[in-house]
Nanobody, 124 residues
């Protein structure tokens, strides 16, 4: 089992930056593929970014603005979000999946562990 706790969300104006953190306990994160997803009100949860030994992946909507990274020593994954837009408003979730069996990092079903989410609100 692995427990994930997100932090770093908040209310910002368009164009601002935020850095989300996902701290893990219970297992070493280096053994997992890690993903960030988001869910806006009335919408399905959508892929944002993922990192694993296979590579780093981004949704087209955030490419060039968001950066995913991990610090295995701190057992933490980050999502640096720059040039935020109102359409980035959502609850952001961190997820962990088996690094070797995960084949499509954009699918929620590939991840077995999820955090509780952190709210990001971007005002125009």
């Amino acid at each position: 089992q692995v427990q994930l706790v997100e932090s770093g969300g908040g209310l910002v104006q368009a164009g601002a930056s935020l850095r989300l953190s996902c701290a893990a306990s219970g297992r070493t994160l280096s053994n997992f593929a890690m993903g960030w997803f988001r869910q806006a009100p009335g919408k399905e949860r959508e892929f944002v970014a993922a990192i694993s030994w296979r590579g780093i992946y981004y949704a087209d909507s955030v490419k060039g603005r968001f950066t995913i990274s991990r610090d295995n020593a701190k057992n933490t994954v980050y999502l640096q979000m720059n040039s935020l837009k109102p359409e980035d408003t959502a609850v952001y979730y961190c997820a962990a999946g088996d690094s070797f069996s995960l084949t499509n990092p954009t699918r929620t079903a590939e991840y077995g562990f999820w955090g509780q989410g952190t709210q990001v609100t971007v005002s125009s």
